[in-house]
């Protein structure tokens, strides 16, 4: 449980302690119970003050701290508490709206490998990710994601999706260069480290994620925007109040009313609602300040492979001048395969290409396509 | 090898006939097969040119590798039109989004999707890189770009950006993310989509689906929409409160606080609780997305929308004061059971407040809009939390005035029949007026614009 949920839940029982004791009769002691209640919300509203004024940052919390001090000092205990659970339970809904936002890229740091397994002479010993210098041979198991940039030692199959959409794993032989961040798809090979980890693909994709997340503004509450002048006003009626009234209760009055905690608690659950609402269209959304930026796009530009259009080719027909190809390369396929219903050719065979023959030298992967020879007679 | 149609047939020496044997490529033939190549493309077709040769030993580079090739044919991919994407197109242009086409692929088959999706009409061409390159070109002089890089994409946002627009730009490859990035709202596809695209877009479409972009749009209007609302709600109520503070401090000066710091608190939670978030979390109003896009400077409350909130404030403001007049100066009750009047008041007007304005803003945007025979958005019954957060809300206030020890806390009063009837009328008389007021056609309302701007 975080810190401001504690808050929230320690804030909500003391109000029901208080009024619980004051339904029985003990006058004292409930507004005792509530001065407490207001003071466990006061203290880090307080120091959350001080801090954004050493940054040269006043906000509408202001109103809120004079409110609850001015409660707590006139004697309204049950007053004070009540503001301490809008301001607590406001910060909790904009928490609930701002961890969805940061999930995906705790997702992308968490499949970040931690330690890597490095080859120390003939033993294979476990090390820190960090303790990865160039030159190092490093063992990739199945299913593992490749720690750092690097040159393949022995041949590796990759998925490489992650960084380059393509579904199919790539093989890749001895000495090529292979980038952080991809999945051996194959059996365990060797990698020789040409970058450290901070230097790696991966840590720059992170890097990049974290920085686009950074750079945009994340939700501005929107009494803050408005502080400059609410802020001020507020405090010259309350005082004007006072001083024409000679009662400082009425001061208090204005303080509860300008009290921001209702647009604090409404704009998140309305974000909230929005990003939920999107998601059952089929759209996650990254945070209020996407949706809010949504609303004003002038311009929407589109690629046109799988935006426009299905993004799926298919062999719809083969050109007259290939048919009798086609028609061979068909029925070879079916002979070497010795079923009457071999998989498609596809599009090339189709189309008048001759495929690489399938043996010795040109071992046949999965997902490449079914080979065949045809008879040429020129 | 393939490639370029253009490319390989450049490159290209022989050709394979259709019985599999090579024969010689001859300009003329070059001609009719670039000739056969462009008609194809021009159907919105992808084209793909194949060619071989057989090498004896290893050549010394590249370039000298792809000489003297043999032509074996060309592989024509069609990639349709998703079905919703002409509609989806259109109802982008509705709201008032431009919907510009950004592609590497060849400008004929860009522009034959183009037309099949409604983006062009007959005739309108494609800007191609060096042209975009070239000329300090408006972009939105034209609706399709073709054989753009990925640093052309970005520049393209870039030049958007820098004209005023606010840019929102799909994409599924990791060599899309610098124009996601870039962009103000970058939208990644769920299913093509590469792991750095979804990390760095904004929104990430999980059906690939154009209109599922255009929902996504709505859903921020909607958003935006429901935070005026509740902005409107909130600042018209406090701000009523506020003036009833002040305006019985000025009628009254010599008598009593006008309201306890616990009785605004009480009414800040009754009103501004469940009410307020009820309006939050509204669907998105029918018709919507037949406005044009809010510019990016408008504040979301501006002067005139400050002004019209004022004046609501005044009149809420207003039958509290008065309700304050008659029970302490006509009919001479104690002050706090004239004060426990207003109490009520003040809380049960703003709560008829909120339906005022909800009903507003349904007939502020009434069109055509998602429709739901059996709830449509247009009535109150789409929005269950409201009327429990406004019914609610009433039956609380009455509650406190009827039961003792909550009487006691909050010092409210408990009416007489004529008090009943003085606080009946003083909390509906706002709201209908209210109501009157805003939804006059020239009151509060944005611009009526049916046609996408430009």
Same mark, same amino acid.
């Given at each position: 449980?975080?810190?401001?949920?504690?808050?929230? /839940?320690? &804030?909500?029982?003391?109000? =029901?302690? $208080? +009024? !619980? %004791?004051? #339904?029985?009769?003990?006058?004292?002691? *409930?507004?005792?119970?509530?001065?407490?209640?207001?003071?466990?919300?006061?203290?880090?509203?307080?120091?959350?003050?001080?801090?954004?004024?050493?940054?040269?940052?006043?906000? /509408?919390? &202001?109103?809120?701290?004079? =409110?609850? $001090? +001015? !409660? %707590?000092? #006139?004697?309204?205990?049950?007053?004070? *508490?009540?503001?301490?659970?809008?301001?607590?339970?406001?910060?909790?809904?904009?928490?609930?709206?701002?961890?969805?936002?940061?999930?995906?890229?705790?997702?992308?740091?968490?499949?970040?490998?931690?330690?890597?397994?490095?080859?120390? +002479?003939?033993?294979?010993?476990?090390?820190?990710?960090?303790?990865?210098?160039?030159?190092?041979?490093?063992?990739?198991?199945?299913?593992?994601?490749?720690?750092?940039?690097?040159?393949?030692?022995?041949?590796?199959?990759?998925?490489?999706?992650?960084?380059?959409?393509?579904?199919?794993?790539?093989?890749?032989?001895?000495?090529?260069?292979?980038?952080?961040?991809?999945?051996?798809?194959?059996?365990?090979?060797?990698?020789?480290?040409?970058?450290?980890?901070?230097?790696?693909?991966?840590?720059?994709?992170?890097?990049?994620?974290?920085?686009?997340?950074?750079?945009?503004?994340?939700?501005?509450?929107?009494?803050?925007?408005?502080?400059?002048?609410?802020?001020?006003?507020?405090?010259?009626?309350?005082?004007?109040?006072?001083?024409?009234?000679?009662?400082?209760?009425?001061?208090?009055?204005?303080?509860?009313?300008?009290?921001?905690?209702?647009?604090?608690?409404?704009?998140?659950?309305?974000?909230?609602?929005?990003?939920?609402?999107?998601?059952?269209?089929?759209?996650?959304?990254?945070?209020?300040?996407?949706?809010?930026?949504?609303?004003?796009?002038?311009?929407?530009?589109?690629?046109?492979?799988?935006?426009?259009?299905?993004?799926?080719?298919?062999?719809?027909?083969?050109?007259?001048?290939?048919?009798?190809?086609?028609?061979?390369?068909?029925?070879?396929?079916?002979?070497?395969?010795?079923?009457?219903?071999?998989?498609?050719?596809?599009?090339?065979?189709?189309?008048?290409?001759?495929?690489?023959?399938?043996?010795?030298?040109?071992?046949?992967?999965?997902?490449?396509?079914?080979?065949?020879?045809?008879?040429?007679?020129? | 090898?393939?490639?370029?149609?253009?490319?390989?047939?450049?490159?290209?020496?022989?050709?394979?006939?259709?019985?599999?044997?090579?024969?010689?490529?001859?300009?003329?033939?070059?001609?009719?097969?670039?000739?056969?190549?462009?008609?194809?493309?021009?159907?919105?077709?992808?084209?793909?040119?194949?060619?071989?040769?057989?090498?004896?030993?290893?050549?010394?580079?590249?370039?000298?590798?792809?000489?003297?090739?043999?032509?074996?044919?060309?592989?024509?991919?069609?990639?349709?039109?998703?079905?919703?994407?002409?509609?989806?197109?259109?109802?982008?242009?509705?709201?008032?989004?431009?919907?510009?086409?950004?592609?590497?692929?060849?400008?004929?088959?860009?522009?034959?999707?183009?037309?099949?999706?409604?983006?062009?009409?007959?005739?309108?061409?494609?800007?191609?890189?060096?042209?975009?390159?070239?000329?300090?070109?408006?972009?939105?002089?034209?609706?399709?770009?073709?054989?753009?890089?990925?640093?052309?994409?970005?520049?393209?946002?870039?030049?958007?950006?820098?004209?005023?627009?606010?840019?929102?730009?799909?994409?599924?490859?990791?060599?899309?993310?610098?124009?996601?990035?870039?962009?103000?709202?970058?939208?990644?596809?769920?299913?093509?989509?590469?792991?750095?695209?979804?990390?760095?877009?904004?929104?990430?479409?999980?059906?690939?689906?154009?209109?599922?972009?255009?929902?996504?749009?709505?859903?921020?209007?909607?958003?935006?929409?429901?935070?005026?609302?509740?902005?409107?709600?909130?600042?018209?109520?406090?701000?009523?409160?506020?003036?009833?503070?002040?305006?019985?401090?000025?009628?009254?000066?010599?008598?009593?606080?006008?309201?306890?710091?616990?009785?605004?608190?009480?009414?800040?939670?009754?009103?501004?609780?469940?009410?307020?978030?009820?309006?939050?979390?509204?669907?998105?109003?029918?018709?919507?997305?037949?406005?044009?896009?809010?510019?990016?400077?408008?504040?979301?409350?501006?002067?005139?929308?400050?002004?019209?909130?004022?004046?609501?404030?005044?009149?809420?403001?207003?039958?509290?004061?008065?309700?304050?007049?008659?029970?302490?100066?006509?009919?001479?009750?104690?002050?706090?059971?004239?004060?426990?009047?207003?109490?009520?008041?003040?809380?049960?007007?703003?709560?008829?407040?909120?339906?005022?304005?909800?009903?507003?803003?349904?007939?502020?945007?009434?069109?055509?809009?998602?429709?739901?025979?059996?709830?449509?958005?247009?009535?109150?019954?789409?929005?269950?939390?409201?009327?429990?957060?406004?019914?609610?809300?009433?039956?609380?206030?009455?509650?406190?005035?009827?039961?003792?020890?909550?009487?006691?806390?909050?010092?409210?009063?408990?009416?007489?029949?004529?008090?009943?009837?003085?606080?009946?009328?003083?909390?509906?008389?706002?709201?209908?007026?209210?109501?009157?007021?805003?939804?006059?056609?020239?009151?509060?309302?944005?611009?009526?614009?049916?046609?996408?701007?430009?």
């Amino acid at each position: 449980m975080t810190a401001r949920r504690t808050l929230l /839940v320690l &804030v909500v029982l003391g109000i =029901a302690a $208080g +009024g !619980a %004791i004051r #339904l029985l009769g003990g006058v004292r002691q *409930a507004d005792l119970i509530w001065a407490a209640t207001t003071m466990v919300a006061l203290a880090p509203l307080t120091i959350g003050i001080v801090a954004d004024l050493r940054h040269g940052k006043v906000g /509408v919390d &202001v109103i809120a701290l004079l =409110a609850m $001090g +001015g !409660a %707590i000092a #006139l004697g309204e205990y049950l007053a004070g *508490a009540v503001i301490a659970l809008m301001l607590v339970g406001g910060q909790a809904l904009e928490d609930y709206a701002g961890a969805r936002a940061r999930r995906e890229l705790a997702q992308l740091v968490e499949r970040a490998p931690r330690t890597v397994h490095r080859r120390e +002479g003939t033993d294979v010993v476990s090390r820190n990710l960090a303790d990865v210098s160039p030159g190092d041979v490093l063992l990739v198991r199945p299913g593992e994601v490749v720690p750092v940039d690097g040159l393949t030692v022995t041949p590796a199959t990759l998925d490489e999706a992650a960084l380059t959409g393509e579904a199919r794993p790539v093989d890749h032989p001895a000495g090529e260069k292979v980038s952080s961040g991809t999945v051996n798809a194959g059996p365990p090979f060797e990698l020789r480290a040409t970058a450290t980890a901070q230097d790696s693909t991966y840590a720059g994709i992170v890097r990049l994620v974290r920085e686009a997340q950074e750079s945009k503004a994340p939700f501005v509450r929107m009494a803050d925007r408005y502080a400059l002048v609410f802020l001020p006003l507020t405090l010259l009626v309350a005082a004007a109040a006072w001083i024409v009234s000679g009662d400082p209760v009425r001061a208090l009055s204005v303080l509860v009313v300008a009290t921001p905690c209702p647009l604090i608690l409404a704009a998140p659950v309305a974000i909230v609602s929005g990003i939920s609402r999107a998601a059952r269209w089929g759209i996650i959304v990254k945070g209020g300040a996407a949706l809010e930026a949504l609303a004003t796009v002038r311009i929407l530009l589109v690629d046109k492979t799988g935006t426009l259009t299905a993004g799926m080719p298919s062999v719809r027909g083969v050109p007259r001048p290939a048919r009798g190809l086609r028609a061979q390369a068909e029925a070879s396929l079916r002979r070497r395969r010795g079923s009457p219903r071999a998989p498609a050719p596809g599009g090339i065979a189709g189309a008048g290409l001759v495929p690489r023959v399938c043996g010795a030298h040109h071992p046949c992967r999965a997902g490449a396509g079914a080979p065949a020879r045809l008879p040429f007679r020129c | 090898m393939k490639g370029a149609p253009e490319e390989v047939i450049a490159r290209s020496e022989r050709l394979l006939d259709g019985s599999g044997c090579e024969g010689a490529l001859d300009d003329h033939r070059r001609r009719l097969l670039l000739k056969a190549a462009e008609d194809q493309a021009h159907h919105g077709r992808r084209l793909l040119g194949l060619a071989r040769r057989e090498l004896l030993e290893q050549p010394a580079g590249l370039e000298d590798a792809e000489q003297s090739l043999t032509f074996v044919g060309l592989a024509v991919l069609r990639d349709p039109p998703r079905p919703q994407a002409r509609q989806a197109v259109s109802d982008a242009r509705g709201a008032g989004v431009h919907v510009l086409m950004a592609t590497g692929d060849h400008p004929a088959t860009a522009l034959a999707i183009a037309r099949e999706v409604g983006l062009t009409e007959d005739g309108e061409g494609a800007v191609t890189r060096s042209e975009l390159l070239a000329a300090d070109l408006d972009p939105l002089a034209a609706p399709v770009y073709a054989r753009l890089n990925p640093q052309d994409k970005l520049d393209l946002v870039r030049n958007l950006q820098r004209r005023g627009h606010i840019v929102a730009v799909t994409g599924d490859g990791v060599n899309d993310v610098p124009a996601l990035h870039q962009a103000d709202v970058g939208v990644a596809m769920g299913r093509r989509g590469t792991q750095a695209a979804h990390e760095t877009a904004d929104i990430v479409v999980t059906d690939d689906n154009l209109a599922t972009i255009v929902h996504a749009i709505r859903a921020g209007r909607g958003i935006l929409d429901n935070i005026r609302k509740v902005v409107e709600y909130l600042v018209a109520a406090n701000l009523a409160e506020v003036l009833v503070v002040v305006g019985a401090l000025l009628l009254f000066p010599d008598l009593g606080v006008p309201l306890l710091p616990l009785q605004l608190l009480w009414i800040n939670l009754v009103t501004d609780g469940l009410p307020a978030i009820a309006l939050g979390i509204d669907a998105p109003a029918p018709g919507l997305m037949e406005q044009p896009p809010r510019p990016r400077e408008e504040p979301l409350l501006d002067r005139r929308v400050f002004v019209g909130l004022g004046g609501r404030a005044v009149v809420l403001a207003g039958a509290c004061l008065a309700v304050l007049a008659v029970s302490r100066g006509l009919w001479d009750e104690p002050w706090p059971q004239a004060r426990g009047l207003m109490f009520s008041v003040l809380a049960m007007s703003q709560l008829l407040y909120a339906l005022a304005l909800r009903t507003r803003s349904r007939r502020d945007h009434g069109g055509q809009g998602e429709r739901d025979a059996k709830r449509p958005a247009g009535t109150l019954l789409a929005n269950p939390w409201l009327l429990a957060g406004v019914g609610g809300g009433l039956l609380l206030q009455v509650g406190v005035s009827l039961w003792l020890p909550a009487r006691s806390l909050l010092d409210a009063a408990q009416p007489s029949t004529s008090g009943w009837m003085l606080v009946a009328a003083a909390s509906f008389a706002p709201a209908l007026a209210i109501g009157w007021m805003v939804t006059r056609p020239e009151r509060l309302k944005r611009p009526p614009t049916g046609r996408p701007v430009q």
